[in-house]
């Protein structure tokens, strides 16, 4: 039962360019939104994250859209270096009965950036 | 900055041994949980802590995990007897508040291989 989906295994993107990452929800109950990067052989490093009363955050080089109606979010990093080059995980979290917030993370998608 | 160490980095055991993985979360962090990722999949929910008891459990921790939390630094994850499908890479993460806006910290991990 996958409630969080990451469609895009692997993403390749120019230098400069933009890149967008989505991920797609199932669980209405879901409240809270995060994206995390990962290097290999590191630990998750939070990126962002977005409230479900709000549909979109910005922090510099990246923004996150939320669309609650669609059940989609996603992240843009604009522009594009090669050091964003990693594993990006949407996750999502829900505050109701018997969750203290534990994460739900996507399968994640490898991004590229090529100089 | 203020980072979850996790030790050892790697761990191969034999199956149906006991296995303890060790964390040291940042100090003034009240919320721990562990997550794993087996190899090419997602990060998996498995455990999260507060207050010195288990807030919240997913079906993976069953009666051969434990957590602990020994000596107010520490934070560990006991597999009693391990089997071949615990082999995964395993994630100690802390944060100061329940639903940060700042996403939790991860630690580097700690492979677990069980032969």
Known sequence: DQQVKQNS??????????????CDYTNS??????????YPAEGPTFLISISSIKDKNEDG???????????HLSLHIVPSQPGDSAVYFCAASADYGGS???LIFGKGTKLSVKP | EPEVTQTPSHQVTQMGQEVILRCVPISNHLYFYWYRQILGQKVEFL????NNEISEKSEIFD????????????????IRSTKLEDSAMYFCASSLNFRTNYGYTFGSGTRLTVV
Not at chain 1, 9 to 22: A, K, T, W, Y
Not at chain 1, 62 to 71: I, M, R
Not at chain 2, 64 to 74: K, L, T
């Open chain 2, 47 to 50: 455990v999260s802590f507060y």
């Open chain 2, 63 to 78: 009666d051969q995990f434990s957590v602990e939390r020994p000596d107010g630094s520490n934070f560990t994850l006991k």
């Open chain 1, 61 to 71: 080089r990246f923004t996150v859209f939320l669309n609650k109606s669609a059940k």
């Open chain 1, 100 to 102: 203290q917030g534990n």
């Open chain 1, 9 to 22: 295994p692997s993403l390749s993107v120019q230098e400069g360019r933009i890149s967008i990452l989505n």
């Open chain 1, 29 to 38: 109950m879901f409240d809270y939104f995060l994206w995390y990067k990962k």
